[in-house]
């Protein structure tokens, strides 16, 4: 042994690194925890222990890589406290992992979302079963040394940091010293922050990220070397005395603990006492079937339900079913409309218990291992939408129920993207903000694909110039896979829910938002240990459903719900046929109505496929135009095989589902369920894992072993290619539909009703307020005017002539308007109508801004005229002192009429100023369209209404203009850019191909007014106009409302 | 008839009779009066517009401005500013020495050419017509002030420079022009702008008075002295000087300014002038400092010829902090003398002249060369960086630049082969503005026993330097 410094190489296999940040300690590490794992391994090391400040968000994926390479992960974290003592706490096993956690929730919990804070007191109460490593300041503080060796006897080293500072030797002497003083031994470690030393430039600029301050100002709080990093062994063995370096190894061989011994047990306490979790499922499913079925259980059904509930026993999946349960219902109770989405439709228990609404009997193929499998091994996952006003109540319930220490949301790790790296890193290099900004503009939809110098150029910055020539690496490794981690936030909805402590399991912190707290892990770090995970997500249909419903019931008096509308109307079919689907649940995009008229769908099982089918897999997989040639019978039907038949009959021959997928893979190929799960999980991770390459000897050997032809296996395999990422679940297209179809029926027979619906569910869906009261006006209701005599905070439905009401929009569309005033007023209102603005003013108390808010949007109309009289009152309105207020009403009376008596000699509002106000107060306008004031303009330079373009003949050239409604850029669609734009007249769809949207970069992104010449194309009933030249109007808008006053 | 409440603000013949009364004329018109005495005692403003000007703030600007109004006092007493863009001539009287109207719009308008600045002019009866006029581009001429109505009531608001949010919320309201302003009911406009608002509406047709400041060039100091008898006794000339430097306090101190530069001139029979210039970092103005910091120059100075008369010309007066007396005078019963620091360096940018001085820094830098920087002397304050916080001493004494080394076996030899000392220290940074070093720094002992410091640079081909000397 004593010859080991001298031959460096055998000291190689010897040490453990104890002290390791990754790139989860956001901001200072610089490399990923696979990196650190798989480097470390490449070296030889004896273990590694990933030690991330005060977290353990890296841990889930180190621990995968390290299973891969074999290394021995150890799980800990760095943790500075209160008092400056800075150590590393090491879990030696399971007990010492749970109070680790217990530990860092306890310090993130008491401080802001990204801090934490914790005291020797902490350190004290909570530790057990750990190992610490004391690091010193600069000196080092024995009293430290000399509290930890008391607290923790015999579970406490130095650890000695050699950095070549220049006085390593000094150093290390100084803590021989302190430990022999407090007999605590020393051990060698590294501070490890970066996997290779060439990321020191990274680590550097992560530092000046951090204090927000350009790197050249960051002075002493760089690292004055690039040592930081996995030290070859040999380097390592000429630094430090071999015992220290033996002792790695030691305190490695005490750290048994591996995440693999996590047992997850789901929540016990929804069986009632001396019920097993296998019956009480059994009893709810059967009063469940019961509801569903009430004629009785059809026999088929029956057989599915036994399977079902046997897979589930087999697997002990009950307490996850009654879990979900009660969250249902428990919304039910509360009136909280929801909807299973996903996976969980395939599941008849499911449907049973109330958390998906499919009936199985309704043609949707339902395939309950797309669900659960037996070779899976991993928990269903079942997602539910509720109202998005009203999630908020499910969440707490939650946290209400189990407790905070047993439930918390699953957090999402924010990483880098182009746009937010570029700005940090900008920063870094000291540019202005202004400079920041334009940087990461250069950014917006490049994909790495074209020249990112020319780019610069185009932007005002020199590519070849020192800070950029520094800057670009450095982004690309920001931005290279799989994301750099920037910081943690809160998953859309996912829960964690746990029998036991939850902060044994993983530390739990809190999120920027007040009342929620979050587990440190994301959803593939939960799904990768087999933890629970409910999806409470948030719709905004169902909000506005449940509101249309709750407004059709009060205007007619009938008890519908969501779900029982009547079925399958023709009238409803007839509609969304021909595309008029505006505000309609999914079918409103622009692609879902350009497939409409084509797809004509004349039943449910249509709008299934109809939803599914507009997506980039099925597009990519070429499925659509075969589909639709079928369809129209324009193509035959064959099937190699009647098995096969049964799985694609219902989509003509053409696989569209997932489920699809996986069965034709079982019937024609000879999978088992569990493969054929696995199959479809290789198509979703095709980017990440190489796809499906492996299965495909299995699948063309399989079909050639059943007879199928060679080339029709062939098909099959390269559709499952297109599939990608993209293939949608017949089971989430199913649940979907349904939405569709009520959605559908409400715009269908109660468009005053929806409308008013959909308004007062703000944001959501497709379209703006603008869009959705213009298509209401076209269908005939009538829209009233925001009024202060009138108008609810929420828009309602008012007693018209016609058959259907009219739409009063509601003080909520009134920008700047705030929901108190909004209150006050209404209730005043109850007492008495206003007389004058005075009076309204006098009698509501209401804010100067909230007046100035209704005299913008013209609410003030009844009490004062046009908008500049109605600011005139408004500003001659006196503010009583609170005193006078309460006990001198006449002082204001006194005063009132003075203000009124003279009405200024001012003329009233343009009508341009008037449309431009309404906009600019309410996003809409009940007046004409904006364009119609410039037409003439346009006309005299040949620009065209919509109307008159989609009349042209295909191929002609045209020029249109319109306010762009919607610019997407979606990525299956190879740089092609969609915009939708619209005039007086109607709707314009415009084609942008890339190279044209490179041309015309500055107007494609900023014009709000788009004029357009291109060329027109008509396919199957639907009209795009392919862009050739782009230019910005923008201007002509502005112009309104100021030139108007000019021209009279 | 209609009520007096909304009364149109211009019909002349409503106009107060007190309204149109001029303030007292300081200086006598010459000549007699060409027109009726109440229409010539009216003031007529003309209002010279700089559209180049925009910000107050700017030096530039304020000199501009100021150029421009020192000359436009040959045509009027009465000259005000209006900053940033605008200088105001009251030229009713002047209007017959310099041709009218047209002769004096020429006239300006060739000061205003003469200074580079392109201007506007406008002539009105009220300072703020003829500046709302202009600031709108209207070169106009109105005379009398029936005719201010028509002149006024198509200016866009935004002529009149009021505050952003009151013309915002006159938008509001449809108004957009003054003429539409003027319009409002007068009460229902001061309940909802402000009386100060209304005021200036009122101003601006003559119906409220617009006092303006008068203008007035600021003075130089500059004094002359002669000495009783050409001497070249140094009590003497000290004892002049002082009595100057004193009246220069006092006339600084009335103006509560101070000087950054002093000349002192000395005058002989023969030999041409001989003197100094000081110049200070702060504004000065106290005579016993002063005379400190003169007297500190004057020894310095040969005398070619005995001294007949002394001259001291002080630079522009500069606004001085405003400073608290000390209850006791420096040196008694603890009273400390104000900022000690300010005066030494004074005291040896006056005996070394000013480029002599230079004050280090440290600069939070890992790299040595970059760990400092040299600048101008500034008082010492206790908020600049620290030292590096790094184990080894460095050298007190770096070279210029590093100096390459010769090596032999891979050691480096300066005057003789040198012995390492000690453990390097690793020094890996500065790769954001082209000046990265990566190097192993090495402290040397020489052959007599010196001690320096070298490094080794970290890439191939790993050449040694010296970089500094321990004292």
Redesign the interface.
């Known amino acids: 042994m004593s010859g080991a410094a001298d031959r460096p190489a055998a000291a190689a296999g010897g040490y453990a690194e104890l002290h390791c940040l990754s790139n989860f300690t956001f901001l200072r590490g610089a490399s990923h925890p696979q990196e650190l794992v798989a480097r470390a391994a490449a070296l030889g090391y004896h273990a590694l222990a990933l030690t991330d400040e005060c977290s353990l968000s890296g841990v889930v994926r180190a621990h995968v890589a390290a299973k891969e390479h074999g290394l021995h992960l150890i799980i800990g974290a760095e943790l500075r406290l209160q008092c400056g003592l800075h150590l590393v706490v090491l879990a030696t096993d399971r007990h010492g992992y749970g109070r680790l956690c217990r530990l860092i929730t306890l310090g993130r919990r008491a401080a802001h979302k990204g801090e934490y804070h914790l005291t020797r007191e902490d350190l004290a109460a909570t530790l057990e079963h750990c190992l610490l490593l004391w690091l010193p300041a600069?000196p080092p503080q024995a009293e430290q040394a000399r509290w930890l060796a008391r607290q923790f006897p015999g579970a406490v080293w130095i650890a000695v940091e050699l950095l070549?500072?220049?006085?390593?030797?000094?150093?290390l002497e100084a803590l021989r010293r302190i430990g022999c003083a407090a007999a605590l031994p020393l051990v060698a470690s590294g501070d490890v922050h970066m996997h290779v030393r060439a990321r020191?430039?990274l680590q550097?600029a992560l530092t000046a990220v951090r204090l927000n301050v350009p790197?050249?100002?960051a002075?002493?709080n760089?690292?004055?070397?690039?040592?930081r990093y996995l030290r070859e062994p040999e380097r390592l063995a000429k630094l430090y005395p071999p015992e220290l370096i033996a002792e790695t190894a030691r305190i490695a061989a005490r750290c048994t603990f591996s995440l693999d011994e996590l047992r997850y047990e789901y929540p016990r306490e929804l069986v009632p006492a001396g019920e097993t979790p296998a019956r009480h499922l059994r009893r709810l499913t059967e009063e469940g079937a019961q509801r569903r079925w009430p004629e009785g259980i059809p026999p088929a059904e029956r057989a599915a339900l036994e399977h079902e509930l046997a897979l589930i026993a087999e697997l002990g999946y009950e307490p996850y079913f009654l879990t979900v349960h009660d969250l249902v219902d428990f919304a039910r109770r509360r009136g909280i409309v929801c909807q299973g989405r996903g996976s969980a439709a395939n599941s008849r228990v499911c449907y049973c218990l109330g958390v998906t609404a499919v009936d199985p009997r309704r043609g949707a193929g339902l395939l309950f291992e797309r669900f659960i499998s037996r070779e899976r091994n991993e928990p269903p996952d079942i997602d539910i939408d509720f109202e998005h006003e009203r999630r908020e109540e499910v969440i707490q319930y939650v946290y209400a129920k189990y407790g905070r220490e047993r439930a918390a949301l699953a957090a999402t790790v924010i990483q880098y993207r182009s746009r937010s790296a570029l700005r940090d890193l900008g920063r870094?290099?000291g540019f202005e903000a202004a400079a920041c900004d334009r940087l990461a503009r250069v950014m917006q939809w490049w994909d790495g694909s074209e020249a990112l110098a020319e780019r610069l150029r185009a932007a005002g910055f020199d590519p070849e110039s020192?800070?950029l020539t520094?800057l670009v690496p450095l982004a690309r490794e920001l931005l290279a896979f799989p994301g750099f981690p920037r910081h943690l936030s809160q998953h859309v909805g996912g829960l964690v829910i746990s029998a036991g402590r939850l902060d044994e399991l993983v530390p739990i912190e809190n999120a920027a938002m007040p009342e929620r707290t979050v587990v440190q892990w994301d959803k593939d770090d939960l799904d990768a240990l087999g933890l629970l995970k409910v999806d409470v997500l948030a719709l905004g249909m169902l909000t506005a459903l449940r509101k249309a419903i709750d407004l059709v019931n009060a205007l007619r008096g009938t008890r519908h719900a969501l779900g029982s509308l009547p079925a399958e109307d023709p009238a409803v079919y007839q509609m969304i046929s021909r595309a008029d689907t505006v505000g309609v649940f999914q079918i409103e995009s622009r692609a879902q109505m350009a497939m409409l008229p084509r797809l004509k769908p004349r039943c449910y099982y249509d709008l299934v496929i109809e939803v599914a089918i507009v997506r980039p897999g099925p597009i990519q997989g070429d499925m659509v135009h075969p589909y639709l040639r079928r369809r129209q019978g324009r193509e035959p039907i064959e099937y190699p095989s009647e098995a096969v038949e049964s799985v694609l009959r219902r989509t003509l021959g053409v696989p569209i589902f997932q489920e699809q997928v996986m069965q034709l893979a079982m019937v024609a190929a000879g999978f088992t369920p569990g493969q054929a799960d696995q199959l479809r999980r290789a198509m979703g991770a095709w980017k990440r894992s190489g796809g499906i390459g492996h299965f495909r000897p299995m699948l063309l050997e399989g079909m050639a072993a059943r007879g199928y032809a060679s080339e029709f296996a062939e098909r099959v395999y390269r559709q499952m290619m297109g599939f990608g990422d993209y293939g949608f679940p017949e089971s989430h297209a199913a649940s979907f539909a349904l939405l569709v179809y009520d959605s559908a029926w409400l715009k269908c027979h109660e468009p005053a009703a929806f409308t008013a619906a959909l308004l007062n569910s703000q944001p959501m869906g497709f379209y703006a307020p603008a869009q959705l009261v213009r298509d209401a006006r076209a269908h005939g209701v009538e829209v009233r005017a925001v009024d202060v005599e009138a108008s609810e905070w929420d828009c309602t439905l008012e007693r018209s002539a016609a058959a259907q009401p009219a739409l009063r929009l509601g003080l909520r569309l009134v920008k700047g308007l705030s929901r108190a005033g909004a209150a006050r007023l209404t209730e005043t209102r109850a007492a008495g109508p206003f007389t004058t603005l005075t009076d309204l003013a006098r009698r509501t108390g209401l804010r100067r801004t909230d007046l100035e808010a209704l005299?913008?949007a013209g609410a003030l109309a009844g009490l004062s005229g046009n908008?500049?009289?109605a600011?005139?009152d408004v500003?001659?309105v006196?503010r009583p002192l609170p005193l006078e207020a309460a006990n001198m009403p006449t002082a204001a009376d006194a005063s009132a009429p003075?203000?009124d008596a003279?009405r200024?000699?001012?003329?009233?509002?343009s009508e341009a100023q008037s449309i431009v106000a309404d906009y600019a107060s309410l996003g809409l306008t009940l007046g004409r369209h904006p364009l119609a004031l410039l037409r003439e303009g346009l006309h005299g330079r040949g620009v065209r209404r919509a109307e008159e373009v989609c009349a042209r003949p295909e191929g002609s050239a045209v020029r249109t203009a319109g306010i762009v409604l919607m610019r997407q850029r979606p990525g299956s669609a190879g740089g092609v850019t969609f915009i939708t734009l619209e005039d007086e007249s109607g709707q314009v769809n415009v084609i942008v191909w890339e190279r044209t949207a490179r041309a015309y970069r500055e107007a494609l992104l900023g014009a709000r007014l788009l004029e357009v010449h291109g060329r027109l194309q008509h396919a199957e009933g639907v009209t795009h106009l392919i862009a050739r030249r782009l230019f910005d109007r923008t201007g002509l808008l502005g112009a309104l409302a100021t030139h108007s006053?000019d021209f009279h | 008839m209609r009520a007096p409440k909304t009364l149109d603000l211009f019909a002349p013949e409503r106009l107060p009779r007190r309204a149109v009364r001029p303030p007292v004329h300081p200086v006598q018109p010459r000549g007699t009066p060409e027109r009726p005495a109440r229409l010539s005692q009216a003031p007529l403003w003309l209002a010279a517009h700089l559209p180049q000007m925009t910000q107050a703030s700017d030096p530039v600007v304020s000199r501009a401005l100021h150029s421009l109004a020192v000359r436009a006092q040959r045509f009027t007493p009465r000259v005000s500013l209006a900053p940033p863009d605008a200088v105001l001539l009251e030229v009713r009287s002047s209007l017959h020495l310099f041709g009218g109207v047209d002769g004096l719009r020429r006239a300006v308008a060739g000061e205003c050419a003469a200074l580079g600045q392109p201007a506007i002019l406008a002539f009105a009866p009220s300072a703020s017509a003829a500046l709302a006029g202009t600031r709108a581009g209207q070169a106009f001429t109105v005379l009398e002030a029936g005719q201010l109505a028509g002149a006024l009531a198509a200016l866009p608001l935004a002529a009149l420079r009021w505050p952003p949010q009151q013309i915002e919320r006159l938008t509001r309201i449809g108004v957009h022009t003054v003429g539409a302003a003027l319009r409002l009911p007068r009460a229902g406009f001061a309940q909802r702008f402000g009386a100060a608002q209304l005021a200036a509406l009122d101003q601006l047709t003559g119906r409220a008075a617009d006092p303006r400041e008068r203008f007035e060039a600021p003075l130089r100091f500059r004094r002359r002295r002669e000495l009783p008898c050409e001497s070249d006794s140094h009590a003497l000339l000290a004892a002049t000087l002082h009595s100057l430097l004193e009246e220069l306090s006092r006339f600084l101190s009335a103006r509560q300014c101070g000087v950054l530069a002093l000349e002192c001139r000395l005058w002989h029979r023969q030999a041409a002038p001989s003197g100094c210039v000081l110049r200070f970092s702060a504004p000065l103005a106290d005579a016993a400092r002063l005379a400190a910091l003169l007297e500190e120059r004057l020894h310095a100075l040969t005398l070619p010829e005995p001294v007949r008369a002394c001259e001291l010309r002080a630079g522009w007066p500069v606004p001085q902090p405003m400073q608290t007396g000390g209850l006791w005078q420096p040196g008694e019963r603890g009273g400390l003398a104000a900022a000690p620091g300010v005066e030494l360096i004074e005291r040896l940018r006056a005996r070394l002249g000013p480029e002599a001085l230079e004050t280090l820094t440290l600069v939070a830098d890992r790299r040595p060369e970059a760990a400092w920087r040299a600048g101008p002397p500034a008082p010492a304050s206790d908020a600049g960086p620290q030292a590096a916080p790094c184990a080894v001493h460095r050298p007190l004494w770096l070279l210029p630049a590093p100096r390459l080394l010769r090596q032999r076996g891979g050691l480096p030899r300066w005057r003789g082969a040198l012995r390492l000392e000690g453990e390097p220290e690793r020094i890996e940074t500065g790769w954001w503005d082209g000046r990265e070093v990566a190097r192993d720094y090495y402290t040397a002992r020489d052959g007599h026993g010196r001690r320096l410091w070298l490094f080794r640079e970290r890439p191939p081909p790993h050449h040694w330097f010296l970089h500094g000397v321990y004292g």
Not at chain 1, 222 to 227: A, I, K, M, R, T
Not at chain 1, 904 to 909: E, H, K, S, V, Y
């Open positions: 600069e070549r500072g220049g006085a390593d030797r000094a150093q020191r430039r550097d790197v050249a100002e002075g002493w760089l690292y004055p070397n690039g040592e870094v290099f020192p800070p520094q005299a913008a908008r500049h009289l600011f005139w500003a001659g006196e003075a203000a003279a200024p000699l001012i003329g009233a509002p006053r």
